[in-house]
DNA sequence: ATAGCAATTGAGAATCAATCGCAATTGGAG
DNA sequence: CTCCAATTGCGATTGATTCTCAATTGCTAT
């Protein structure tokens, strides 16, 4: 999908919730499909500082609920506290084994595990919208290190 | 288990790090084994005053660490941003469905997911410590409102 | 086109959980 | 019993996020 399409969907987005396209949002959402990976709100910002258009930080954080709503962006665990982020289109959606020594993320993806998740999201007539799996521990480095 | 063994473990883990078994540290360990369920920090420092005992916020914020490494608690998804813990003994492992319009948690656990868990750590050399699996989306009532 | 109004913005103040600094205290190994 | 590193309390501090509010500005209906 083009960027321009990605837009056009956003600004309909906003426009069924009687909300506005402005100029700022542009800026947001092409600065996020500006960057593939992961990203946290102040790597975005500084993304958006980089590109000598200003705005506000609150801004930013003003327009997250609407990007995840919107389906622009989904969460995505990360190392400390703090919440992070990826567009996603382009980032296939996958579970994270963290290593709780170096901060290390490993990305994986299981069918079945998708498969099960589905079932039991049936089971209790729960309608789900996403999903995030975080299984902690060492990764092989530090676990050899350890012992 | 009784009251007394879980204090002679944890006296014991502390002991094996060179750490001391405070009688602040024996108060918020009674604390949490009297909670059944979830509990924030606040929750618990609440708890800790009720019962006349004063211990300084900073030492409770301080302990926690200490009883996460020993076994003693674990963390929770909770509907918010913040978050919530529960002490290990007496609430057997198990995932979250998490209702994003009302806040619901609905509590599960699937032998299938967790034998493939413990396929992709192998997989990757991974030593796992423990997982959370949250699922978001609208339970059964929420997801009937809206339509 | 244009008027009118609700939505939006910037900038700084405010919040709130969590952490830190430091002086006084204390558990526990030897 | 001694001694020292670990611990505590308390207040100050941090740092992310949210809020306030006056000034702007999309956007819908005319």
Redesign the pocket.
């Known amino acids: 999908m083009t960027k321009m399409n990605r837009e056009s969907r956003f ?1 309909d987005f ?2 069924t919730k ?8 542009g800026i947001i959402l092409s600065a996020i499909l500006s960057i593939k990976g992961h990203f ?3 790597d975005l910002y500084a993304h958006i500082r980089q590109s000598e258009q ?6 930013v ?4 609920p609407l990007l995840l709503e919107g389906g622009v962006v989904r969460e995505v665990p990360s190392p400390q ?3 992070a982020y990826e567009q996603i289109l382009g980032n296939e959606h996958h579970d994270h084994l963290l290593c709780t020594s170096c901060g290390k993320v490993i990305d994986f993806k299981d069918d079945l595990i998708e498969k099960r998740q589905d079932a039991v999201c049936d089971s209790h007539g729960f309608e789900p919208q996403g999903h995030q799996m975080v299984i902690k521990g060492y990764c092989r480095a530090c676990a050899s290190k350890n012992k």
């Not at 954080?61 to 997250?64: D, K, L, N, Q, V």
Request: glycine share 12%; charged share 25%; proline share 4%.
């Open positions: 600004r906003l426009s009687g909300l506005k396209y402005t100029p700022e949002r946290l709100v102040e200003g705005i506000s930080l609150a801004t954080y003003r327009t997250i506290g703090k919440v």
